[in-house]
């Protein structure tokens, strides 16, 4: 079965003011996602996210044109051999480009659908695992920098709907990120999970100051004080910090995992599917942090595809950390792509992969394509 035609569809919806969120990268104004059709000569259709990397149509263009000039013709079956082809040609000879690495992440997660397709089982199964419980945190775009009272509010609110671990957006100034932490710690006791997340928003000052609140609040984690390049702010940081770091969501490709891992500064790391190399690449990473002995804890994407392949990756690998549940009033990528939110919080906190079965289900969501076509790109920054 080979690769007949590979199509990238650039979408957008608009955030209404009202349920605009602030946080370390600006306050949203539209989300993007960039998916990814693959036909086969056998007439199976595929279909993957590629994170829009804040220029979704430069990331379509370049599946579009380059991408597809290099897989279309290889075995559909072959995730191995078409992710070599692209990484050859794409990231190893002209650095590690980040926008590659997206194309190539949704291009992959549309063979690894082909392949569910064709044995008709679920990801999980795929690659090795079992439907098992996996812990959710209230995470995506929300719990932004909001007046305390108010983020305390939507703290309890994301509790009462069954969630045991939430995130908090920091990376404000420090004396509001503790003031925060501490009364969502107050408020929700000692048995919720409080993570934070400073969106690379922190000087080295910064995260120091706000270090010994956060651990006095037992914060779990603290994701992305730095940019994923910083590595001296990383290595300077967790020589001291009572709290352990995390990062990922910002490194592409195992190679630059390695690096993480090898710096040894973070307690969690935080691949995304759509932006590091895709499935076949996660599972990768995944396996390099068990070496470790640390967990996996994927980093979602906008869509329902993204959030359902995460959480089959993380039914599947001997390291799951957290799924990161998107809290997001308004995503209708999540809801409405696939008919349906591809996940359910049990009464513990948990959720499961969705199964699915037959034709154009392989992640447990059914593509709808009239409504792809009725959120065309928008053009311009998502957050400001
Ligand atoms: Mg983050």
Redesign the pocket.
Known sequence: MKIKHIKAYPVSFPVPAAQSVRLGIGRSVKRDAVLVQVLTDEGLVGWGEAHHGRCPGAIAKLIDTTLSELVVGQDATDTQGVWQSVYKMQIASHGLGAGAAMALSGLDMALWDIRCQMTDWPLYRLLGGRSKPIKAYAGGIALGWQPTAALVEEAQAHVASGYRAIKLRVGDTPALDIERVIAVRKALGNEIDILT?A?TNYSLADARRVMPAFAECGVVWL??PFPAHDRHAYRSLARLAPVSLASG?NHYTRYEFETLLEDDCVGYV?PDISKTGGITETMRIAAMASAKKLTCNP?TSLTALNMAASLHVLAAVDNPGYFEGDVTTLNPFRDLLGGQCPYTLDAAGCVKPTEGSGVGVGFGVTVDVDFINAHPLIEGPCYV
Do not use: F, R, V, Y
Request: charged share 55%.
């Open positions: 997340d969106n994701e992305e969501e935080q980093h």
